[in-house]
């Protein structure tokens, strides 16, 4: 029988709301026992002899790099004597979570993450089923070496693909301009396909070697937004930004300015607030803006890369083939 470890982290699947009719108000308050009896461990009998441990409860919303390495020195420690890790976790920022521990955590043995969309006391709440699909999943032996992964409602995503795209619906995760790695019924698993881009075992990054990591910012462009951005972030010693820009990574004739000024200082990845891929020197210049393209990584896991790349010491160019890679 396989062996998984269960890390609960907290978020709406370890909460109660005080009336089951409502989804949104809700405390957090279960443990990682507690979450195992949302399911009840019997639905486990001849699946998998599951442990649970408890990381964090906390709202996703307030996770910071330092709880993320954490996370991932204790997953890959616990890896070394498990066959697969689940983490409950708030859905809120879980696609950041994942992409952090797809980078950093060197093992082919699976670790999926889920959470719900509705409070474990809800009526019509998904945290059951999302536990028992994660711990399935985990357990069959098909996701080895398919990187992290989400399993949110039937869905096995790609942590470097997933989005969450909506607030409150149990279908708020989508592997954007993608497809599901693998899909879930009934505990039956079906593989499609695995990710190519660099992840986990081949990851040159280790969570184990990092203590802390460098700060990088987001910046969001919209109409009008202020220039003054960059200077703060300079001031503030970042070592890195990240620019959501509109369109294709477009920038305004002031934010380019001012990319011109600090990039030789800071490294600059451009990314786009929309979906799909920003192209390296299309409709922006990025040798003479000197600018590191993001591709189709959206700002908030650029951000996660850029930061690993930064704490590596890589080169602006390095930078460049990193995001071509992972
Ligand atoms: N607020 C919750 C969080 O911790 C949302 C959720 O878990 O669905 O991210």
């Given at each position: 029988m396989k062996k998984i470890h269960l890390l609960a982290v907290g978020g709406t699947i370890a909460s109660l709301s005080p009336d089951p009719l409502s989804c949104t108000n809700y405390r957090t308050v279960l443990d990682g026992e507690a979450v195992l009896a949302v399911l009840g461990r019997d639905k486990l009998a001849g699946i998998a002899e599951v442990t649970a441990e408890d990381i964090l409860r906390m709202d996703s919303a307030s996770l910071t790099p330092a709880h993320w390495l954490t996370l991932a020195k204790r997953v890959s420690e616990v890896l070394e004597e498990c066959d697969g890790v689940v983490i409950t976790h708030g859905t809120d920022t879980m696609e950041e979570t994942a992409y952090f521990l797809n980078l950093c955590v060197n093992s082919s043995k699976p670790v999926i993450l889920t959470g719900s969309m509705r409070p474990a006391s809800a009526v019509s709440s998904d945290a059951a089923l999302n536990i028992y699909n994660a711990i399935s999943g985990a357990a069959s032996g098909k996701l080895d070496n398919c990187g992290v992964l989400i399993s949110m409602n039937g869905l096995f995503i790609a942590a470097r693909d997933a989005r969450k795209i909506h607030p409150t619906r149990p279908d708020a995760f989508t592997p954007v301009e993608m497809g599901s790695i693998a899909q879930i019924t009934d505990g039956t698993i079906e593989l499609y396909y695995r990710p190519v881009r660099k992840h986990t075992a081949e990851s040159a990054f280790d969570c184990r070697m990092i203590e802390t990591l460098p700060e990088v910012r987001i910046l969001y462009a919209y109409a009008g937004a202020p220039a003054d951005w960059f200077d703060h972030c300079v001031e503030k010693k970042c070592a890195g930004i990240v620019i959501a820009g509109v369109g294709n990574g477009n920038l305004s004739s002031s934010w380019k300015d001012q990319v011109k000024k600090y990039a030789p200082q800071l490294a600059i990845v451009r990314c786009t607030r929309a979906n799909g891929s920003v192209n390296r020197?299309?409709?922006?210049d990025d040798d003479a803006l000197g600018t590191v393209c993001g591709g189709n990584l959206s700002a908030q896991k650029a951000r996660i890369l850029l930061m690993f790349a930064l704490a590596k010491g890589l080169s602006s160019a390095e930078i460049q083939q990193v995001f071509e890679q992972y």
């Open positions: 020197n299309g409709s922006q």
